[in-house]
C-alpha cells in the first residue's frame, strides 16, 4: 500500500528560528482578536461556544439593529460589558503589553473592544482600538450632537441589569427569529425611557461606541495604522487569536506582507489562516494564546 504522502505543511511551527527572528525585529505588528481574550473567560465570536453563533450578533452587531430595536441591541452590549468588567486580563495580554514597552516600533491592532489590553496597561500610543470599545458610550445622533463619555457603570442604567441567574437576556434572541429585523418586541421590552438618554442634546439615546458592520473605523485609527504600515519595512506580524473575516482588520496582515513581513499566526485552529492563506516562512502555532503568546514574546 502507498503510505500516506507525509504532510507537508507550509509553515514552520519552532520556536527557536520565532524567537531569532524577532530578537533581529525591531518594527513589529501584532493584529489581536476575541481568542485573546478566550482564556479571560469571554466568549469568542465565530468559535465553538461564540457568541455570534447563537445571537446572530452580525444582526445585532449593526446600525439597523439599532434603529429597529435599541432595547435589545442595549441588553447585547450591558451583557458584554458586563462580562468583560468581571474578567481579567491574561498573560498574553500582559506580554504584549511589555513586548510595546520594549520595543517602541511595536504596534497593536485589536479588534477587541473588551477593555483588557487597556487594563493590562498596554501603553495607549501602541494600540490601535480599530472596532471601538464598550466602555466608549456616545450619543445616538453623531452627525448633530457629538457627545462622548468613558463609561464603565455596570448596569449602565437599571433596566439593563443582567438578571441575577447571570443568564444572557440575549439568548432570548436566540428563541426569538435569528433576524433582527422582524423582532418586533423582544420578550424584554425596553422603550426608550429606559435607556441611557444623551445628557448633553437631551433628544437622543446613548449608544455603545464600538464599530458596528458597516460603519468606518475611526478616521484617527485608520490614518495611524496605514501611516505606520506605509512608514518602512514591517519584519514581522503576529496575527493572534483572530479568524480573519472581518476586514479591513483582516486585510492588514496582507498589507505588512507586502512590506516584507513574515507572518506569525497563533490560533487554536490551523484553518484560520491569514486570508490569503499560508506562504513559505510563515510561521503556526497551535494553542491557547494565553499559554503561548508569554513563551514567544519572552
Ligand atoms: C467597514 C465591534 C466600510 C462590534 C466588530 C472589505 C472592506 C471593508 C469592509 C468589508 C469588506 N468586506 C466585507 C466588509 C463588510 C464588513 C465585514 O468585514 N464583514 C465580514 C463579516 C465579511 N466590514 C465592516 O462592515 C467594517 N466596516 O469597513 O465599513 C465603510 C467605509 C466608509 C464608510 C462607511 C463604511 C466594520 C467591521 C467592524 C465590525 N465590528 N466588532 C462588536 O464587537 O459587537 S467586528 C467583530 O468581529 C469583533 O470586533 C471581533 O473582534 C471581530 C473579529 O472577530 P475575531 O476577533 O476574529 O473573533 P472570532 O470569534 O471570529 O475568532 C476567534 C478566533 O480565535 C478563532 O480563529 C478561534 O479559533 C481563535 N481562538 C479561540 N480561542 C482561542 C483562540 N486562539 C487562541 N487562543 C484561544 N484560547
Ligand atoms: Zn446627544
Redesign the pocket.
Known amino acids: 500500500s502507498t503510505s500516506a504522502a507525509p504532510k507537508t505543511t507550509v509553515y514552520q511551527s519552532d520556536m527557536e528560528s520565532f524567537h531569532a527572528h524577532l530578537k533581529q525585529s525591531t518594527r513589529v505588528l501584532a493584529l489581536?482578536?476575541?481568542?485573546?481574550s478566550?482564556?479571560s473567560g469571554l466568549p469568542?465570536?465565530?468559535?465553538a461556544g461564540?457568541?455570534?453563533r447563537t445571537h446572530q450578533?452580525?444582526h445585532?452587531?449593526t446600525p439597523q439593529a439599532f434603529a429597529a430595536n435599541p432595547g435589545l441591541v442595549w441588553q447585547?452590549?450591558s451583557y458584554?460589558r458586563h462580562m468583560s468588567l468581571n474578567a481579567t486580563p491574561n498573560a498574553a495580554h500582559y506580554a504584549l503589553a511589555a513586548l510595546a514597552q520594549k520595543m517602541p516600533q511595536c504596534q497593536c491592532l485589536s479588534?477587541?473592544?473588551d477593555g483588557l489590553s487597556p487594563r493590562a496597561h498596554h501603553p495607549a500610543g501602541q494600540l490601535q482600538l480599530?472596532?471601538?470599545s464598550l466602555f466608549d458610550v456616545k450619543c445616538s445622533d453623531q452627525d448633530g450632537c457629538g457627545y462622548k463619555e468613558i463609561n464603565y457603570t455596570d448596569p449602565i442604567v437599571p433596566a439593563l441589569a443582567i438578571p441575577l441567574s447571570g443568564h444572557d437576556p440575549t439568548t432570548d434572541v436566540a428563541r426569538q427569529e435569528a433576524d433582527v429585523s422582524n423582532i418586533s418586541t423582544p420578550l424584554a421590552t425596553l422603550s426608550a425611557q429606559d435607556l441611557p438618554a444623551c445628557p448633553s442634546c437631551k433628544k437622543h439615546i446613548l449608544r455603545?461606541g464600538?464599530?458596528?458592520?458597516?460603519?468606518?473605523?475611526p478616521r484617527s485609527v485608520l490614518r495611524t495604522v496605514d501611516d505606520y504600515i506605509a512608514a518602512s519595512d514591517i519584519d514581522l506580524i503576529i496575527v493572534?487569536?483572530?479568524?480573519?473575516?472581518?476586514?479591513?482588520?483582516?486585510?492588514y496582515i496582507d498589507e505588512a506582507r507586502d512590506q516584507g513581513a513574515r507572518v506569525c499566526v497563533?490560533?487554536?485552529?490551523e484553518n484560520?489562516a491569514p486570508p490569503g492563506g499560508w506562504e513559505a516562512g510563515d510561521w503556526f502555532f497551535r494553542?491557547?494564546?494565553?499559554e503561548?503568546v508569554p513563551k514567544l514574546l519572552e
Open positions: 489581536l482578536g476575541a481568542g485573546l478566550a482564556s469568542t465570536f465565530r468559535g461564540g457568541l455570534w450578533a452580525t445585532l452587531a447585547f452590549y458584554r479588534q477587541n473592544v480599530l472596532h471601538g455603545p464600538v464599530v458596528w458592520f458597516g460603519e468606518a473605523l493572534i487569536g483572530t479568524s480573519a473575516k472581518v476586514f479591513p482588520a483582516a486585510g497563533v490560533n487554536m485552529d484560520d494553542g491557547d494564546a494565553a503561548l
